[in-house]
C-alpha cells in the first residue's frame, strides 16, 4: 500500500527537519565556542634538556599551564643548529598546541647554512620575547690584559693576533667575536670547541687569550678569581656585573644580546597569538620567573606581538651582515 502524505505529516516532517537542523547548528556553534586552550600544549625545544633555552621553556610551561589552566609540555628536538625542532614548529598546524621556544639560532641559523627547512619570517608568527642577558668578555687573570682598550690595542699590534673561544662555530660568543672584530679592525681568530665546558678550561689555563660567554658559564669562574672581566655586551650595564663597563662604552653601537623568544606557526589565528602573549606577560611578572632567571644572570624579555616581530627582523638583519662580512659557513 502506498503512503500519500497529508498536510499534517507534512508539517510534521519539516518541523523535524528544522529541529535537526537546529539541533546540528548548535552543537556547531558549542564546538566553535570552545575556548583556547581545551587540550595540552606543547612548547618544542631545539635543544637537549639542561640547557639554557630548555630552563627558560620548563620555567615557562609552568607559568602557562597555571595561567591558561591547561597542561603545557616541553618536547626537547635536538640537532642540526635548531632546525630541527624549528621544522618541525614550522610544519605544525596553526592551531596554537605547538609553539616554539626559540633563541638567535633560528635567525642565524638560515645565514649559517645552505639549506635549511624552514624561513623564519614566513613560516612563524612571533607571540612575544621571553629573556634576555648580554655575554660577558674575559681575559685568564694570568693575562697582562686590562682593559678591552688595551685588547683591542694589542690585536691590531701583536704578531699572529689574539684568540677567542666559543663553544663552536655560528654560536652567539662566536658572533660576538667576529663583531668585534670588524668593528676594532683587530686581527682575532676563532678557536671553536665542542662545547662550551672544554673551552672555559683552556681560557682558564691562558691557551687562549679571551673569550665571549653566557654569565652562567663565566660567573663561577669570575667568583673563583680565575677570569678577569673587561665588559659585558648589552646596552646598558650587566645586573649581574654592574660594576663592569658595556663593551659599547669602548666599541660604539656594540650589542650582543642572547635570547629566547616564543613563536608559534604562521597562519595561526590573532586571537590565540593575542591571548598568548598576553599569558606570557603575566607568566614573565611572576616572581619566581624572574629569580629563576636573575640566576643564570638574565632578565624578562616581555614584547608586544608588534615589537616582536621587529626585534627579529633587526635581529636578522644585524647578524646576516656579520655573517656575510665574516664570511661563516658551516656547510
Same mark, same amino acid.
Given at each position: 500500500?502506498?503512503?500519500?502524505?497529508?498536510?499534517?505529516?507534512?508539517?510534521?516532517?519539516?518541523?523535524?527537519?528544522?529541529?535537526?537542523?537546529?539541533?546540528?547548528?548548535?552543537? @556547531?556553534? /558549542?564546538?566553535?565556542?570552545? *575556548? +583556547?586552550?581545551?587540550? &595540552?600544549?606543547?612548547?618544542? /625545544?631545539?635543544?637537549?634538556?639542561?640547557?639554557?633555552?630548555?630552563?627558560?621553556?620548563?620555567?615557562?610551561?609552568?607559568?602557562?599551564?597555571?595561567?591558561?589552566? @591547561?597542561?603545557?609540555?616541553?618536547?626537547?628536538?635536538?640537532?642540526?643548529?635548531?632546525?630541527?625542532?624549528?621544522?618541525?614548529?614550522?610544519?605544525?598546524?596553526?592551531?596554537? +598546541?605547538?609553539?616554539?621556544?626559540?633563541?638567535?639560532?633560528?635567525?642565524?641559523?638560515?645565514?649559517?647554512?645552505?639549506?635549511?627547512?624552514?624561513?623564519?619570517?614566513?613560516?612563524?608568527?612571533?607571540?612575544?620575547?621571553?629573556?634576555?642577558? *648580554?655575554?660577558?668578555?674575559?681575559?685568564?687573570?694570568?693575562?697582562?690584559?686590562?682593559?678591552?682598550?688595551?685588547?683591542?690595542?694589542?690585536?691590531?699590534?701583536?704578531?699572529?693576533?689574539?684568540?677567542?673561544?666559543?663553544?663552536?662555530?655560528?654560536?652567539? *660568543?662566536?658572533?660576538?667575536?667576529?663583531?668585534?672584530?670588524?668593528?676594532?679592525?683587530?686581527?682575532?681568530?676563532?678557536? *671553536?670547541?665542542?662545547? %662550551?665546558? &672544554?673551552?672555559?678550561?683552556?681560557?682558564?689555563?691562558?691557551?687562549?687569550?679571551?673569550?665571549?660567554?653566557?654569565?652562567?658559564?663565566?660567573? &663561577?669562574?669570575?667568583?673563583?678569581?680565575?677570569?678577569?672581566?673587561?665588559?659585558?655586551?648589552?646596552?646598558?650595564? %650587566?645586573?649581574?656585573?654592574?660594576?663592569?663597563?658595556?663593551?659599547?662604552?669602548? /666599541?660604539?653601537?656594540?650589542?650582543?644580546?642572547?635570547?629566547?623568544?616564543?613563536?608559534?606557526?604562521?597562519?595561526?589565528?590573532?586571537?590565540?597569538?593575542?591571548?598568548?602573549?598576553?599569558?606570557?606577560?603575566?607568566?614573565?611578572?611572576?616572581?619566581?620567573?624572574?629569580?629563576?632567571?636573575?640566576?643564570?644572570?638574565?632578565?624578562?624579555?616581555?614584547?608586544?606581538?608588534?615589537?616582536?616581530?621587529?626585534?627579529?627582523?633587526?635581529?636578522?638583519?644585524?647578524?646576516?651582515?656579520?655573517?656575510?662580512?665574516?664570511?661563516?659557513?658551516?656547510?
Amino acid at each position: 500500500m502506498n503512503f500519500i502524505p497529508t498536510p499534517f505529516s507534512r508539517l510534521a516532517h519539516h518541523l523535524c527537519s528544522l529541529a535537526c537542523g537546529l539541533a546540528l547548528i548548535g552543537c @556547531q556553534t /558549542v564546538w566553535a565556542a570552545t *575556548p +583556547y586552550p581545551d587540550r &595540552p600544549i606543547t612548547l618544542v /625545544v631545539a635543544y637537549a634538556p639542561g640547557g639554557g633555552v630548555d630552563t627558560m621553556g620548563r620555567v615557562l610551561a609552568r607559568e602557562l599551564g597555571n595561567i591558561l589552566k @591547561q597542561s603545557v609540555i616541553i618536547d626537547n628536538r635536538p640537532g642540526a643548529g635548531g632546525s630541527i625542532g624549528a621544522s618541525y614548529v614550522a610544519q605544525a598546524a596553526p592551531d596554537g +598546541y605547538t609553539l616554539f621556544v626559540g633563541d638567535v639560532a633560528l635567525i642565524t641559523t638560515p645565514y649559517l647554512m645552505k639549506k635549511v627547512p624552514y624561513n623564519w619570517a614566513e613560516d612563524f608568527e612571533p607571540i612575544s620575547g621571553l629573556s634576555a642577558a *648580554p655575554l660577558v668578555l674575559t681575559v685568564p687573570v694570568s693575562s697582562p690584559i686590562k682593559s678591552l682598550s688595551q685588547l683591542i690595542d694589542l690585536g691590531k699590534k701583536t704578531s699572529g693576533g689574539l684568540t677567542f673561544s666559543s663553544a663552536g662555530i655560528g654560536s652567539t *660568543p662566536h658572533l660576538a667575536g667576529e663583531l668585534l672584530k670588524i668593528r676594532s679592525k683587530g686581527l682575532l681568530t676563532h678557536v *671553536p670547541y665542542k662545547g %662550551s665546558g &672544554p673551552a672555559m678550561l683552556d681560557l682558564i689555563a691562558g691557551r687562549l687569550d679571551f673569550a665571549f660567554s653566557s654569565i652562567a658559564a663565566a660567573r &663561577p669562574f669570575i667568583a673563583q678569581d680565575k677570569l678577569r672581566v673587561l665588559g659585558t655586551t648589552g646596552t646598558e650595564r %650587566s645586573l649581574a656585573f654592574q660594576e663592569f663597563q658595556t663593551v659599547a662604552e669602548t /666599541v660604539p653601537d656594540f650589542k650582543v644580546i642572547f635570547w629566547t623568544g616564543l613563536l608559534a606557526p604562521s597562519k595561526t589565528s590573532s586571537e590565540i597569538i593575542k591571548k598568548l602573549n598576553d599569558s606570557v606577560r603575566l607568566a614573565l611578572a611572576s616572581e619566581l620567573v624572574q629569580e629563576e632567571l636573575k640566576k643564570t644572570g638574565e632578565s624578562t624579555n616581555y614584547l608586544t606581538t608588534k615589537q616582536s616581530k621587529e626585534f627579529f627582523a633587526d635581529e636578522s638583519k644585524r647578524w646576516g651582515n656579520v655573517i656575510s662580512e665574516a664570511k661563516i659557513q658551516l656547510d
